[in-house]
Every structure is written in structure tokens, then in C-alpha cells.
């Protein structure tokens, strides 16, 4: 099983960028997808997560209202748009496949991980 996550890079405080994360297709259509981040001399944390069936979304305070991820069924990819980005934002992004197929949260419930993706904000 295979998470490639993609689309990391420089911008500047307050712009954008969008991530990306292409999965295997038999976790992707069974399996809550999300991405978590760390930064740096933190722990990893958790950014956004969304059910197996894309209804159900769930977010970091830090980033609600900002931040929103999606799931394209098409191409087997779940996507985070980053908008209004901050210098905290700064971390390597990672891709996670969850043990189940809701929302999730938590590090313990990562099933897989992708290969992490950086992120630089600068002021």
C-alpha cells in the first residue's frame, strides 16, 4: 500500500497551497483518510481528516476556516487546500490512511503513512 503525498514548497504568509495524496485504490475506498503535520522540535499533529464516503470532515482549530481537504474518487488522491497560511504553518505535511473508515484524529489510529511533504511559511 502506497501514499505518495505531494505539492509542498515555499510560499509566502498569507498565500496558498495545495497538497496532495495518492493512495492505493482498496484503502482509499474503505478507509478514513487525513493528513497530520510536524513542525520543527514538535511532535506530529494532527491537521484534517475525512470518512471513507467524503461526508464526514474534521479539523485542527488551528486550522479551521482555512484549511479543507477533499477526496478525489476519480484519481484515488484525498487533496488539502491551505489558504490564508501562517509561519506556524510550517512543518512537514504528512499523508495517513486511518484503521477505519470515520474520521479520525489521533496518531494511533494511522493504519499507513505516506512519505511527508514540506511546507515552508515565511513572514
Known amino acids: 500500500v502506497q501514499l505518495q503525498a505531494s505539492g509542498g514548497g515555499l510560499v509566502q504568509a498569507g498565500g496558498s497551497l495545495r497538497l496532495s495524496c495518492a493512495a492505493s485504490g482498496r484503502i482509499f475506498n474503505n478507509n478514513g483518510m487525513g493528513w497530520f503535520r510536524q513542525g520543527p522540535g514538535k511532535e506530529r499533529e494532527f491537521v484534517a481528516s475525512v470518512s471513507w464516503n467524503g461526508h464526514t470532515t474534521r479539523y485542527a482549530e488551528s486550522v479551521e476556516g482555512r484549511f479543507t481537504i477533499s477526496r478525489g474518487y476519480a484519481d484515488n488522491t484525498i487533496s488539502l487546500q491551505m489558504n490564508s497560511l501562517k509561519p506556524e504553518d510550517t512543518a512537514v505535511y504528512y499523508c495517513?490512511?486511518?484503521?477505519?473508515?470515520?474520521?479520525?484524529?489521533?496518531?494511533?489510529?494511522?493504519?499507513?503513512w505516506g512519505q511527508g511533504t514540506l511546507v515552508t511559511v515565511s513572514s
Open positions: 495517513a490512511a486511518a484503521r477505519g473508515a470515520s474520521v479520525f484524529t489521533t496518531t494511533t489510529a494511522v493504519t499507513r
